[in-house]
Nanobody, 119 residues
Framework: QVQLVESGGDLVQAGGSLRLSCAASGRIFKIDAMGWYRQAPGKQRELVAAVTSGGTTNYADSAKGRFTISRDNAKNTVYLQMNSLKPEDTAVYFC?????????????WGQGTQVTVSS
């Protein structure tokens, strides 16, 4: 059974920083792309940033210049460093990963971590 567990969400003032982590565990053979999505109340889930196993990154326009995605392949972990946070960054942040595990290949989601940015 593959699991993704996020951590690092918190309440922070505008202009502050947070670092989210997401660790994958289970009978994992390979992890390809990993990413962070977010969903604000009443809105659709949207991609924030993604990173391939080779380190190529992709960011939403809203994240460019403020957020940095990285991964530690040895630890099956992906991070999202968020700086200069704005109230509009408030959302539940979800980790996603394309994983080849004992049962085959699938996309997995974490349970989400709440980020709240106060003005």
């Amino acid at each position: 059974q593959v699991q993704l567990v996020e951590s690092g969400g918190d309440l922070v003032q505008a202009g502050g920083s947070l670092r989210l982590s997401c660790a994958a565990s289970g009978r994992i053979f390979k992890i390809d792309a990993m990413g962070w999505y977010r969903q604000a109340p009443g809105k659709q889930r949207e991609l924030v940033a993604a990173v391939t196993s080779g380190g190529t990154t992709n960011y939403a326009d809203s994240a460019k210049g403020r957020f940095t995605i990285s991964r530690d392949n040895a630890k099956n972990t992906v991070y999202l460093q968020m700086n200069s946070l704005k109230p509009e960054d408030t959302a539940v942040y979800f980790c996603n990963a394309d994983i080849v595990a004992l049962g085959g290949r699938d996309f997995y989601w974490g349970q989400g971590t709440q980020v709240t940015v106060s003005s």
